[in-house]
């Protein structure tokens, strides 16, 4: 397994990466609160700013390709996240959980989706150095993903009969109310499980999925773990924050998960062919970053053309979704009132 940092580079990184998490929740977040627009827009372009100059470190201290390699995979990266935040819409509605919380449920599925992320880069990467065919089993599963997401087959599931969920169930009991920002909390001399406790435990299952996907296709860019790891932490780190952003919004996008799937067939096709066609670092971020734009140009342009305002998601839980247009419902006022107070 072969990188171009040194040990203290890594060790670096990571006492960074907890530093800035511990700020978060410890200072900036010590008490639980509703996350409005202005907040999380302010917090997105923070973390979009330490990830670029982190970016431009990458670039300085171990050359333009590895620059290249590492803004690619963080375009990659933050892309299909984008598309992950549906996910998390879903759990969040699924299990009621109160807006007041939800930063706290994020950021503990956040720190999760770092140790999982980290455990499967180190894995791929040990496979990779050890049986070089293993590039092309990654390929063939984004085709396969790519051809899916293209054709709308994905899979939907209910997030309340997760795997993960129910083994939680099995193996202790479940409160049935919330419990303020209490995971656990004791009743009748035991232990309880409290709803907030199971919805993280859904989002984490649900990032798991999502991880078979997505780190492959950084491999597709490098196969140095450094790069892939640091550009996969950078990219979901301000997920939180992108989440309460567009929360309310997301739906305008309709059109992005054609374009991931795109991107999931380019690099893809990129892998299996790794042996044959060699594509630069500059080209693969050029094809990713035009697939991406034009599907959000295309998204926000048909939307414009139809006249109609994209369906709006629920914060609330109390909406699994929203039709839109003739047939679109009126929100009752507490749900107008909530999504206000989101955007503001």
């Known amino acids: 397994m072969e990188t171009i940092a040194s040990p203290a580079a890594w060790a670096a990184f990571v006492v960074g990466v907890l530093g800035m998490l511990a700020l978060d929740l410890g200072v900036f977040h010590r008490r639980s609160h509703v996350v409005g627009f202005r907040e999380s827009m302010t917090w997105s372009v923070i973390w ?16 333009p390709v590895k620059g290249l390699e590492y803004a690619t995979g963080y375009v990659l990266e933050k892309a299909l996240s984008i598309d992950n935040l549906f996910i998390m819409l879903v759990v969040l509605q699924a299990f009621r959980v109160p807006e007041e ?15 999982l992320r980290a455990v499967f880069i180190f894995l791929g990467a040990a496979l990779i ?17 790519g051809v899916r997401m293209l054709r709308g087959s994905e899979s939907k599931s209910d997030p309340k009969q997760g795997l993960l969920v129910r083994a939680l169930r099995r193996v202790m009991p479940v409160s049935d109310v919330f419990h303020g ?4 909390v004791r009743q009748a001399g035991r232990w309880v499980a409290t ?41 979901i780190l301000g997920l939180r924050s992108l989440f309460f952003a567009l929360a309310g919004a997301l739906e305008r996008f309709h059109l992005l998960k054609y374009g991931l799937g ?20 500059a080209v693969s971020l050029l094809v990713i970053g035009g697939i991406l734009a034009a599907a959000v140009l295309a998204s926000l342009w048909t939307r414009r053309g139809d006249g109609m305002e994209p369906p709006v998601a629920s914060t609330t839980g109390d909406h699994e979704r929203l039709p839109v247009g003739p047939e679109a419902e009126v929100l009752p006022q507490e749900d107008r009132r909530r999504l206000q107070a989101l955007r503001e």
Not at 48 to 62: D, E, H, K, N, P
């Open 101 to 115: 919380q939800r930063h706290r449920v994020l950021f503990w599925g956040v720190l999760g989706a770092l140790v």
């Open 195 to 235: 709803p907030l406790l199971v919805a993280l435990v859904a989002i984490e299952g649900a990032d798991l999925v999502f991880a078979v996907d997505s780190i492959p296709a950084v491999f597709a860019v490098t196969t140095d773990p450094f790069i892939v790891f640091t550009s996969n932490v950078m990219a």
């Open 48 to 63: 979009i700013l330490l990830s670029t100059a982190f970016g431009v470190l990458v670039w300085r201290w171990l050359g």
């Open 262 to 281: 795109g991107v999931l067939l380019f690099v893809g096709a990129k892998m299996v062919l790794v042996d044959l066609v060699h594509v630069p670092a």
């Open 181 to 184: 920002a209490a995971f656990f």
């Open 129 to 145: 150095a050890q049986f070089h065919w293993v590039l092309y089993g990654f390929g063939a599963l984004l085709l396969v993903t």
